[in-house]
């Protein structure tokens, strides 16, 4: 079982930047692809970015690429997002997820096989 943490949410105006951080707490995440998922109110929950176990191999949605970074540290067993020029439209709660796959990058949610609580993003315009 894989128990999966998020922290770094909260609110930031338009342009801004934040970094989120997903915690494996009951194991290692280096067994894992991870992706980063979140949803807005009243919408469904979208793909916004991946990486292969190696931290190398990423993919992203187009509506975050050039501003979003996903990495990781294997070590920590952490996977972070670092999200920069917010827009108000990227306000959502945002999910990390783990993926048994070690290479898959996929925007497939249906894949993964974790999943943590969620951690609120509000961007203010």
């Known amino acids: 079982q894989v128990q999966l943490v998020e922290s770094g949410g909260g609110s930031v105006q338009a342009g801004g930047s934040l970094r989120l951080s997903c915690a494996g707490s009951s194991a290692t995440l280096r067994s894992y692809a991870m992706g980063w998922f979140r949803q807005a109110p009243g919408k469904e929950r979208e793909f916004v970015a991946a990486t292969a176990w190696n931290g190398i191999n990423t993919y992203y949605a187009d509506s975050v690429k050039g501003r979003f970074i996903i990495s990781r540290d294997n070590a920590e067993s952490t996977i972070y997002l670092q999200m920069n020029t917010l827009k108000p439209e990227d306000t959502a709660v945002y999910y990390c997820?783990?993926?048994?796959?070690?290479?898959?990058?996929?925007?497939?949610?249906?894949?993964?096989?974790?999943w943590g609580q969620g951690t609120q993003v509000t961007v203010s315009s």
């Open positions: 997820a783990a993926d048994s796959a070690l290479w898959r990058l996929t925007s497939y949610e249906g894949s993964m096989d974790y």
